[in-house]
Each structure stands twice: as structure tokens, then as C-alpha cells.
């Protein structure tokens, strides 16, 4: 097995190096070089934590206008912003105090212990004082301590999934003389992989950093460098808005000067015009809109781990997912078993193996099934590994191949203690890389039985018979051949089995040259079975427009095999190698953005290349998601737009490197991400389409009454209370909105796509002109019939806020008529507009509302007027709907 961009000590090692370190160069090397750890990540304060949740345009804005009320003697606007920015920092700092802690999660898979031989003894020292020449033992069901370099190796077997994401271990062997370092890849092992079989030693080469995994957590330690979604729109917004005030406030003052006004008029007028115009209230309600999102994904096991993320997976174009624990259980099964005759038997994935069975038309006969059981009982007795049963399901101990050996034949009724004991083993031949194949010999009353398994050419070869089901016949050799070839262009690994019988001797020393006379009793397909839910998932991601891409260590016809099964759709050109992206990185960033526009699946790929491969996708327009469970992912999964772990089976290290968790390891539970991520972004639409319409219509009410000589229509405490109180407590309604329905319907939003689309500019025009026109007019017709200034205003004031109240039901959607929602399918909606509007009305009966904000009663008749006139923005809103539905 092949370990991409893994590197290698150079041969050859010192022979000082083969006998142990002293201690006291063991003590000299510690302090020259430090310790065998990562480094702890150092987490910042609450108060810095606290700090970050200003460094934000919208947020200096309002700081801005903070200081310009206060300046102004206006403590009362002063406060209220103030209120807002705390509450905001507040919720920013406590979801980012939990996030951040990937490097140190990579300090879980260090070894407490290590085995070592110093001062020509063997013996046991904390893992982090190793250093760099020490001579340590290796076990199996131990992690390895360090990047080694292999003097011995014993049958040694090494699961390095979360470094290659390849699923079957890595089988260690020393070199041969004059290999080169290139070539040395089985003759390392490294830190945090897991020794699954035998026993070693080897000289340790590189510790803490220096190390293999170091290096990645090197590499995650590092600020991402891609921005969520949301980020970037917010960001494009905050300049929207800061213009559109600049602009604003010049035009007033301009005006304000031609007309006389004083500068201390103007100087409030200012302070109105970007209170109006500052949505304060709505980085509150984006918080809210994504915490509920966050709630209603975590019940489909998907964990938000950044609130941002909520929405990037909804942006997303393109899905990079790994194969091995993400498409696939990662768990090695036999799924496929061929008779020599040609009978085709299939095995039930899972992880229940008492609700698995083996399948085929065949099996209706006691004959099929007879030679069925006798090829699972040679796969059963020359095995050395164990399958047993716990709280937690099933444990297998050993190499992989024998535990999925092992759950083949559980499915088939045979259990290892019961075979054993029937045929009482007396011999053993175990298995050798050079050999390829293992046996057993097993006592039969006077006769001794032999099983055999082991590579599918060898076996052929080596057995005379062959078990047809009609009787044993003479070894069709080409035959099995050709139906090994035709397993195994499946990506199914194929393992084969044959039996035999000699009579009990006096020479009870068993060997190879007992293996004659073999009959051939069939073959066995494993792989990493798909996971169920898989090609629905991907089939909802391609009608929801997201493009599924896969990213593995696995070899190029394996990947391709699993993709197909999985439901990818692709050509076999759209299928590279990590070779290939080597070769278009070292040509320049054009030519790997030029291969991965094409390609939809990268086989043999390093986690270097990973990295790599998702930046290019998303220089070539994609907000790209990606999904993995292994160390080998943290880097991408750190440095993507939004990054998905699986839960389950995912390293702590993955977990920790991502934006979300998914908890039950189920692909299919990023759809719903997917669609809840859309729904998020769909409410901070309609939160924005309220707040930047109701301001910018106080806009356009300043921007009328000044020029026409009218007295300033608002003050900026009304001001305040319009955008920060009844306007603050209707929005949190809307950023609660449940999905619409059609959300995965819908194409993904183009990347570059603004927030202020045309569909969004026409309606906050429209509104706009109604709120800010519709006002001018109230407030001008007041005058007219002899209303006092305060007076007209606090009717004016009533009337805005039913504006709100109207255009709070009016944005539940942006294409439907709000006629055919449930009208009590949001009650926190009409629990909202209720409490919005009573407490105006109640402000203007308490003594310090009413004073501070210049209120009066009013009577039942002048409120119904208001509310009528208020009315005439669900008229042009449903008009305007109903032209965009018969448009489309």
C-alpha cells in the first residue's frame, strides 16, 4: 500500500541506534529538542473573545452613531444602541468560546506510554519524553508513539486510515538493501496510527511536530482562510449601508443650509437620518435566525459547532466528501460469495450481525447451502482474529480481513468457539505476505481436515479439485480465473478457499507440504459496503442543485467502483489521481483550477492535496462543503467554506477541525442541513427586507419634509423606538419562519449572488414608497388640519409602527401571498405583532415612556384611520407577488 506525501528517514540508521539510547543522551536530545507533544492550543480570554464580535463595518456604523447621539445629549439613543451591540456581543462570544480547539483534540491520539530499550534494558517511559533515536517496541493494540523507521517487523499490520484514508491496514516490512527513501513507505510506521496485528520495533525519526500528524496539526492551527457566506453578503451590506447614509447625510445637511436651519438642527437631523437608516436590530435577529436553525438541525444529528455554518451549507455548490467512514461504513464486509459453479450468494451489511443473512435464489437447496457453510468454515478456522459481542454491539480484534471473515460467518450460523471445539485445532500455518495464504489443520476423529484461505491466484493454483455442487471434479482453473477478474473489477477484494483431508499419524508436526490434493471451494468479495441512506442523499444533493464530488487515498478503480454504487454520476475522464494533481499544482494554479472544473473523483489523494483541491474548487466559483471523519480531513475540513464531520466513527481531531457534526454518520443528514441552511438564509432575507424597508422609508420621509420646509417629522428618540423596540421585537418572529417547502427545489445561490437581488431592490422600493410616501403625506395632511407638531408626530409614530405590523405578515415570503399560509402557523409571529403594538399603545399611558417620547392617547377613531392607511402596503405587496408568480 501506497502512502501519498508521507515521508521517510533515509537508510541507513546508525548501528548505535539499534541498541538504545542512554539516558543520558536521552536526557541531552530532550532539552536540545523538546518534547514528544503537540502544542496546547492557547485559547484566547473571554474578554478577547468578546472583543472580536466588533471587528465588523455594520457594528462601527453603529458605534458611529452611538457616539454622534451621545454627543448630542442624547443619552436616551446613546443607550438604546449601546443595549444592542452588548446583547450581540454577548450571544458572539459565547457560541465562538467553545469553537477553536483542533490542535489540542490531536493530543488524544498520542500514546501515554511508550516501550523503549535504554541503557540495554527494556523499559516503559511516558510517550512525550521520547526522542529522536530512541528504540522502541511496537504491539498490536497499541498506537505507535512516534514516526518510527522498522528494525523488526513481525506479522505487522498498521490501520493508517486517518492519515491515507485507505481502509485496509498497511502491512510493515523491513526493506530491502539499496531501496530508496521513496521506497521505504512499508518500513515506517506513524504516530497515532494503530498497530492492528503483530509486533515491531523501530528507531524513532521525528516526534511532536516533526511528526507525520504534526505536520497536520500544523496545518489547523492556522486561521481559516475561507469565509462563510454570510460573512462575505453581511460585509457587502455593511457598504451598502454606510454609503447610502453618507449620501443621505450630505444631501440633508446640504439642503438644511440653503433653507437657514441652524447647525445644531442639523446636527440632530443627522443623528435621526442614521438611526433610520441603520437596521440596529439586525444583527440580533440574523443570531436568532441561525441559533434556531442550529436547534432544528440538531434534531436531524447534525451539530453546529459555528453559527455561521448554519447558512454555508446552505450556500454551498459542491460537496468534496471522502469515502472510507463518510460514503462508506468503514468497516470491511464480505458482501459477495462465489461458488465454483458459477452460484452467486449475497451478504446483508450492517452493524447488527444477528439481523444480517446471506441471500441468493440458490440457497432454497440444502445442497447450495451445505457448500456455502463449507467455505465460511474455512474462513472461520485459519483465523486468527476474534468477534465478540458487548453493550456497545460487536468487537472484532485483529486484521480487518479476519474480523469481516469472522462476521461472514456468524450471518451464515457458524460462530469461531462452536467450529473450534468440533474440530479441535492442531496445527496451524499463519499467514506470510510471501506466502499469501494461511492454514489450519483440525482433528476429525482418525483424520485430520485442512482449510486453506488466502490469495485467489495462489489457491487456484494450488488446489487439484473443485466442488461443483454435482461432485468434486478436476480444478477448472481458467474458469475461477475469470470469475475472480470479473469480482474484483467491482473494487471487491477477493480472497479464496479450499479444504483438505490426511490421515492422523505419528507425525503430528503439520506444514505446507500437507497442502495437496485441495479442493476449491469458492470466493469471497469484501469491501466498505456503502452506507444505506447514501444514494438517496446524493440524489437529493443533484436535484437541489449541489454537485457531490469525492476525495479518497483509495486506489483510482476502487474509487470509481464505490462512486457508482454510491450514485455518482461521472465519465471515466472525470476520474484523477494524486499523481495528476501533483503535476497540475507544480504547472501553476491555472492548470489545477483547469482539472478539478473536470474532475469529479480524486483517488490516491494526501491530505496536502485535499487542501489543495478544495481552495481550487472554490477559485472556480464554488462555496464548497466538505465532509470527512479522519485526521487526514482537518485540514480541508478546517480550511473549507464550511466543514462536516461524522460523529459516530469521526477522530476527535475531525470533529474539532469542522464547522458541523453530523451524529449518526448518515450522509442523508446533510440534506437536511442543506435545506435547513437555505431556510436560515431565506429568513435573514425577509428580516433584511423588513428592517432596510421601514428605515430606508424614514429615509425617504426626512428627505421629503425637509426639503418642503416641514418640521423634522421624527425625532430621534421615535426613531430609536420605531427601529430598536417595536421593529426589534417583530423580527425575531420572522428570522423563525419555518421552511417554505420548496427549498431543496431550488437551485443553490450562485456564489457571487448578492443580497440585494432584483427580486429584493424591487420590493424594498416598493415599500419604501409606500411606508416613506404614504407617512409624508399623513404627516403633511395632520399639519393641514391643525394638528400641533407633537401631536402630528405621535400619530405619525402610531403609523409606523403599523406599517411594521402590516409588513411583518407581508415578508413570510417572497413569492407567496401570505393568504395561503397557515395564518397561526407562526404564533410567535402574531404573539410579536400583538405585543409590538400594545406596548406603543401602552407607552403612550406611562408617564416616562410618554414624556421621552413626546406620546399622547389618542382616540379609537384616529387609530383605525391610521390602521387603514397602514393597510395599503399588504395591497401593493400581494399585487407585486401576484406579477412574479403569473411572470414565472
Known sequence: MSVPSLRFSDPPLHESCLRGLSAEEAEARLAEHGQNLLPAPQAPSLWVIFLRQFRSPLIYILLLAAAVSLAAGEAEDAAFIGAVLLLNGIIGTMQEYSAGRAAAALRALEQPYAVVFRDGQVQEIEARLLVHGDLVQLEAGGRVPADVSLV???????????????????????????????????????????????????????????????????????????????????????????????????????????????????????????????????????????????????????????????????????????????????????????????????????????????????????????????????????????????????????????????????????????????????????????????????????????????????????????????????????????????????????????????????????????????????????????????????????????????????????????????????????????????????????????????????????????????????????????????????????HAHVGVAMGRKGTEVAKESADIVVTDDNFASIVSGIREGRTAYSNIRKVILMLVATGAAEILLFLLAIPLGLPMPLLPVQLLWLNLVTNGIQDVALAGEKPEGDELARPPRRPKEPTFDRLMIRRILLSTLVIGGGGFAAFYWLLEQGYEVSAARNMLLLLFVMFENVQTFTCRSERRSIFSFNFFGNPLLILTVVAAQALHISAMYIPWFRDTLELAPISLSEWALMLLAASSILLVSELDKWRCRKAA
Open 152 to 638: 523488526e517487523a513481525s506479522d505487522l499490520l498498521c490501520d493508517e486510515s486517518l492519515l491515507t484514508g485507505e481502509s485496509l491496514p498497511a502491512r510493515k516490512r523491513l526493506p530491502l538493501p539499496g531501496t530508496p527513501p521513496e521506497g521505504r513507505e512499508a518500513a515506517m510506521a506513524f504516530a497515532g496510527t494503530l498497530i492492528t496485528r503483530g509486533r515491531g520495533k523501530g528507531v524513532v525519526t521525528a516526534t511532536g511536530l516533526s511528526t507525520e500528524i504534526g505536520r497536520i496539526a500544523s496545518e489547523i492551527s492556522k486561521a481559516s482562510i475561507s469565509q462563510p457566506p454570510l460573512m462575505i453578503r453581511l460585509a457587502r451590506f455593511s457598504n451598502i449601508i454606510a454609503w447610502t447614509v453618507g449620501i443621505a447625510s450630505i444631501v440633508l445637511v446640504a439642503v438644511g443650509l440653503l433653507r437657514g436651519m441652524a447647525w445644531s438642527d442639523l446636527f440632530l437631523m443627522s443623528v435621526g437620518l442614521a438611526v433610520s437608516a441603520i437596521p440596529e436590530g439586525l444583527p440580533i435577529a440574523i443570531s436568532i435566525a441561525l441559533a434556531i436553525s442550529m436547534r432544528r438541525m440538531a434534531r436531524r444529528n447534525v451539530i453546529v459547532r459555528r453559527m455561521p455554518a448554519v447558512e454555508s451549507l446552505g450556500s454551498c455548490t459542491m460537496i468534496a466528501t471522502d469515502k472510507t467512514g463518510t460514503l462508506t461504513l468503514n468497516d470491511l464486509t464480505v458482501t459477495d460469495i462465489r461458488l465454483p459453479d458459477g452460484t452467486d450468494l449475497l451478504l446483508d451489511a450492517g452493524q447488527d450481525l444477528d439481523a444480517c443473512e446471506i441471500r441468493g435464489s440458490d440457497l432454497s437447496s440444502s445442497e447450495a447451502r451445505n457448500r456455502a457453510a463449507r467455505l465460511l468454515q474455512a474462513a472461520l478456522l485459519p483465523n486468527e482474529g476474534s468477534l465478540s459481542r458487548d453493550g456497545d454491539g460487536w468487537k472484532g480484534v485483529g486484521d480487518t480481513v479476519d474480523v469481516a471473515l469472522l462476521a461472514a460467518a456468524h450471518k451464515g450460523g457458524l460462530t469461531q468457539d462452536t467450529m473450534v471445539e468440533t474440530y479441535p485445532l492442531v496445527g496451524r500455518i499463519p499467514y506470510e505476505p510471501d506466502l499469501k495464504y494461511a492454514a489450519s489443520f483440525h482433528r476429525s476423529g482418525e483424520r485430520i481436515r485442512i482449510f486453506v484461505k488466502g490469495s485467489a491466484e495462489i489457491l487456484i493454483d494450488m488446489a487439484d479439485r473443485m466442488d461443483t455442487g454435482k461432485g468434486v471434479v478436476p480444478i477448472e482453473r481458467l474458469t475461477l480465473l475469470r470469475q475472480k477478474e470479473k469480482m474484483a473489477e467491482r473494487g471487491l477484494r477477493v480472497l479464496a478457499f479450499a479444504e483438505g483431508e490426511i490421515r492422523s499419524g505419528a507425525d503430528e508436526t503439520f506444514g505446507h507440504h500437507h497442502l495437496v490434493d485441495l479442493v476449491f471451494l469458492g470466493l469471497a468479495g469484501m469491501q466498505d459496503p456503502i452506507r444505506p441512506e447514501v444514494p438517496q442523499a446524493i440524489r437529493d444533493c443533484h436535484a437541489a442543485g449541489v454537485q457531490v464530488a469525492m476525495v479518497t487515498g483509495d486506489d483510482p478503480k476502487t474509487a470509481a467502483a464505490i462512486a457508482a454504487e454510491a450514485g455518482l454520476a461521472f465519465r471515466q475522464d472525470q476520474v484523477t489521481t494524486g499523481e495528476e494533481v501533483d503535476r497540475a499544482e507544480a504547472a501553476g494554479q491555472a492548470a489545477l483550477d483547469e482539472l478539478t472544473r473536470r474532475v469529479r473523483i480524486y483517488a490516491r489523494v494526501a491530505p496536502a492535496q485535499k487542501l489543495s483541491i478544495v481552495l481550487s474548487l472554490a477559485r472556480n466559483g464554488h462555496f464548497v462543503a466538505v465532509t470527512g471523519d479522519g485526521v487526514n480531513d482537518a485540514p480541508a475540513l478546517k
